[in-house]
């Protein structure tokens, strides 16, 4: 039986817990019956997105200072994570971008299935923009950013330097550098873009933002800055880059309409400092526009490329393997002369064929009795048989090693060829057969097995110009920060000491001089503003004309210049490449003159100010 006090609070209990009840019944009333249109617009319209800010790529730049590749403002359209599109949105969003269907149906279930929203299209028209913001309502799994986008400011130039984006595969997401980074992301793909991914992507940022159901953004609530990749600084002349690339363009269409070689449309040429290695242009024909890379390429582009069948993408200065021609003729006289094989006043009669062999000259041309440097000029091919079977193979290749042939130069670029020294080992792995002396006589003049890459010869001739001494071709000069401050000095291959004797050097280095001079196979060059030094080259090609190389340093006396051309199908190395190296060496040494001048004429200018 219960006390009148227990009764008592009993009965206050039961009041307070009837307030409570009364109180949260008027909550729930006013929520559900006075507010419940407002809540049920804000949670059918309202959502949260998280949202990742792409980081700008570091600008790369020229030696002095030209942007090559920037990134500026663009639209990107991603799809949402975790949302399920719908065969119709699928279609729909097809439609409207120009795309396959079953492109955007693999991105929309990667999308579904991930925590990470997707690029599906970057780069975005004004008329895409348009047709999508049409649209959006029923397309509620869309985000539309402005992105921070890859542009090339030049187009074609500089293309197999500087590489090109894209949007990170399945497969590189799970293998090599790029495993582990979030799907939808911009990276490297080629070239120094491939190279420096690390540096030049910077960090991606955060953002939570609160959208309406068509995806609009109403107000950004939480979100952490990007912070914008490093730059880099090369060792390209821009000036010099473009030109030779304008003037390669001008030869070979010149060749194909004159009739003289009717398929040059793929070529190669490199230029560096022989005395550092710093590469100063780098051009490989047929080009290619990286611009159509970014966001994403068209059918229409990939097409053009894809079906070109001289290898646009290919990077002919660092992948093209060649015969060398006579441009090889440098290791087979550095080679005799070194071993003492012949001596440079020796003469060695020229009757158009060798004694040993039915092998000659091109035409049938005899030069009857002749020395190493009236052979050397006029590039004579008996006399240069009689050398390499003197040498031998093994000094043959003993001395293309020393040169840097066999094996990549190290340039940072992705993929370099190594290229092939011709040898009894090659010809058993290559055709299963024996070693002869016509196999020789074809390796002596860079011939036969022999394959290089153009910067292969391009270093092959700086480490004549430099006196014997090998700097490897590098591309970047410097790591920068935003501010341009330096932030890394890449580590380079060091340079080396080639092993040849100073007094056979000095032979090679007048041979390549008489080249250039009249009664040498390049003697128009002595024409230029300073003389030079130079090399020609006919290679023999079993698919259609002969390759043709033009190389050459400038000036001959205290070198900052080489070059190294080379024209395919172009027919005859004096024809096809000489015109692109004499026209790049006539417009840097006039340039180089009027500097000189305007450099001495400075300090009598100031004279005469003070005075």
């Given at each position: 039986?219960?006390?009148?006090?227990?009764?008592?609070?009993?009965?206050?209990?039961?009041?307070?817990?009837?307030?409570?009840?009364?109180?949260?019944?008027?909550?729930?009333?006013?929520?559900?019956?006075?507010?419940?249109?407002?809540?049920?617009?804000?949670?059918?319209?309202?959502?949260?997105?998280?949202?990742?800010?792409?980081?700008?790529?570091?600008?790369?730049?020229?030696?002095?200072?030209?942007?090559?590749?920037?990134?500026?403002?663009?639209?990107?359209?991603?799809?949402?994570?975790?949302?399920?599109?719908?065969?119709?949105?699928?279609?729909?969003?097809?439609?409207?971008?120009?795309?396959?269907?079953?492109?955007?149906?693999?991105?929309?279930?990667?999308?579904?299935?991930?925590?990470?929203?997707?690029?599906?299209?970057?780069?975005?028209?004004?008329?895409?923009?348009?047709?999508?913001?049409?649209?959006?309502?029923?397309?509620?799994?869309?985000?539309?950013?402005?992105?921070?986008?890859?542009?090339?400011?030049?187009?074609?130039?500089?293309?197999?330097?500087?590489?090109?984006?894209?949007?990170?595969?399945e497969t590189q997401l799970k293998q090599g550098k790029y495993k582990g980074l979030p799907p939808g992301s911009i990276v490297g793909k080629e070239g120094l873009e491939f190279v420096y991914d690390d540096v030049l992507r910077g960090k991606n940022g955060r953002k939570t933002e609160e959208v309406d159901v068509r995806g609009k953004v109403i107000r950004d609530l939480a979100g952490q800055a990007?912070?914008?990749?490093?730059?880099?600084?090369?060792?390209?002349?821009?000036?010099?880059?473009?030109?030779?690339?304008?003037?390669?363009?001008?030869?070979?269409?010149?060749?194909?309409?004159?009739?003289?070689?009717?398929?040059?449309?793929?070529?190669?040429?490199?230029?560096?400092?022989?005395?550092?290695?710093?590469?100063?242009?780098?051009?490989?024909?047929?080009?290619?526009?990286?611009?159509?890379?970014?966001?994403?390429?068209?059918?229409?582009?990939?097409?053009?490329?894809?079906?070109?069948?001289?290898?646009?993408?290919?990077?002919?200065?660092?992948?093209?393997?060649?015969?060398?021609?006579?441009?090889?003729?440098?290791?087979?006289?550095?080679?005799?002369?070194?071993?003492?094989?012949?001596?440079?006043?020796?003469?060695?009669?020229?009757?158009?064929?060798?004694?040993?062999?039915?092998?000659?000259?091109?035409?049938?041309?005899?030069?009857?009795?002749?020395?190493?440097?009236?052979?050397?000029?006029?590039?004579?091919?008996?006399?240069?048989?009689?050398m390499g079977r003197r040498a031998g193979i093994e000094n043959l290749n003993a001395y293309a090693e020393r040169y840097g042939f066999g094996k990549p130069t190290g340039i940072e670029l992705p993929g370099e060829s190594a290229g092939l020294i011709a040898g009894p080992a090659a010809k058993k792995k290559v055709f299963a057969e024996e070693w002869t002396l016509g196999d020789t006589f074809n390796?002596?003049?860079?011939?036969?097995?022999?394959?290089?890459?153009?910067?292969?010869?391009?270093?092959?001739?700086?480490?004549?110009?430099?006196?014997?001494?090998?700097?490897?071709?590098?591309?970047?000069?410097?790591?920068?920060?935003?501010?341009?401050?330096?932030?890394?000095?890449?580590?380079?291959?060091?340079?080396?000491?080639?092993?040849?004797?100073?007094?056979?050097?000095?032979?090679?280095?007048?041979?390549?001089?008489?080249?250039?001079?009249?009664?040498?196979?390049?003697?128009?060059?002595?024409?230029?503003?300073?003389?030079?030094?130079?090399?020609?080259?006919?290679?023999?090609?079993?698919?259609?004309?002969?390759?043709?190389?033009?190389?050459?340093?400038?000036?001959?006396?205290?070198?900052?210049?080489?070059?190294?051309?080379?024209?395919?199908?172009?027919?005859?190395?004096?024809?096809?490449?000489?015109?692109?190296?004499?026209?790049?060496?006539?417009?840097?040494?006039?340039?180089?003159?009027?500097?000189?001048?305007?450099?001495?004429?400075?300090?009598?200018?100031?004279?005469?100010?003070?005075?």
């Open positions: 039986m219960f006390t009148h006090t227990a009764a008592d609070r009993l009965k206050k209990m039961l009041a307070v817990a009837l307030a409570v009840f009364v109180v949260l019944g008027i909550r729930l009333a006013w929520l559900q019956l006075y507010k419940g249109m407002y809540y049920g617009r804000q949670a059918d319209g309202n959502r949260m997105r998280n949202a990742v800010i792409m980081a700008p790529r570091g600008r790369i730049m020229d030696i002095h200072g030209t942007v090559l590749a920037d990134s500026s403002p663009g639209y990107v359209l991603s799809l949402q994570a975790g949302h399920a599109f719908s065969d119709q949105e699928t279609e729909l969003l097809a439609r409207l971008l120009g795309l396959r269907k079953e492109d955007v149906r693999e991105k929309a279930d990667r999308a579904a299935n991930t925590y990470e929203q997707i690029v599906i299209k970057g780069e975005l028209t004004p008329q895409e923009i348009t047709s999508l913001e049409e649209h959006m309502k029923e397309l509620p799994g869309l985000s539309l950013d402005l992105q921070p986008m890859r542009h090339y400011l030049y187009k074609e130039t500089a293309a197999h330097v500087l590489g090109y984006v894209g949007e990170v595969s990007p912070v914008s990749g490093k730059g880099l600084v090369l060792t390209l002349d821009f000036g010099l880059q473009q030109e030779l690339e304008q003037i390669m363009d001008k030869q070979l269409a010149a060749l194909r309409s004159s009739g003289i070689a009717p398929n040059a449309y793929a070529a190669a040429a490199v230029a560096m400092d022989p005395n550092t290695g710093a590469v100063r242009a780098l051009v490989s024909r047929p080009g290619f526009d990286p611009n159509w890379f970014v966001g994403g390429i068209s059918s229409a582009h990939w097409k053009l490329i894809n079906e070109n069948r001289f290898h646009p993408l290919t990077n002919k200065v660092i992948n093209g393997e060649y015969p060398a021609g006579s441009t090889f003729k440098v290791v087979t006289g550095s080679a005799a002369l070194d071993q003492h094989k012949v001596t440079p006043e020796e003469l060695i009669f020229d009757s158009g064929k060798h004694w040993l062999a039915d092998m000659g000259n091109a035409g049938g041309e005899a030069l009857g009795w002749i020395n190493f440097q009236t052979a050397f000029a006029m590039s004579d091919n008996v006399y240069f048989y009689e390796a002596a003049i860079g011939q036969g097995l022999t394959l290089v890459t153009p910067v292969q010869i391009c270093q092959m001739l700086a480490a004549v110009a430099a006196d014997g001494v090998i700097h490897p071709p590098y591309l970047v000069e410097k790591v920068v920060n935003a501010d341009g401050s330096v932030y890394q000095v890449p580590e380079r291959p060091k340079s080396r000491k080639l092993e040849v004797a100073p007094e056979t050097l000095r032979l090679i280095q007048k041979g390549l001089k008489g080249v250039t001079q009249p009664g040498g196979t390049g003697a128009w060059f002595a024409n230029l503003p300073v003389p030079v030094a130079g090399k020609t080259g006919t290679a023999e090609n079993p698919h259609g004309q002969d390759h043709g190389w033009f190389i050459a340093y400038a000036p001959a006396e205290k070198p900052d210049l080489v070059i190294a051309c080379i024209v395919e199908q172009g027919s005859y190395g004096a024809t096809a490449a000489g015109p692109v190296v004499y026209d790049v060496l006539q417009s840097y040494l006039t340039q180089r003159i009027k500097n000189e001048t305007k450099k001495a004429d400075e300090p009598i200018k100031k004279r005469d100010s003070l005075q």
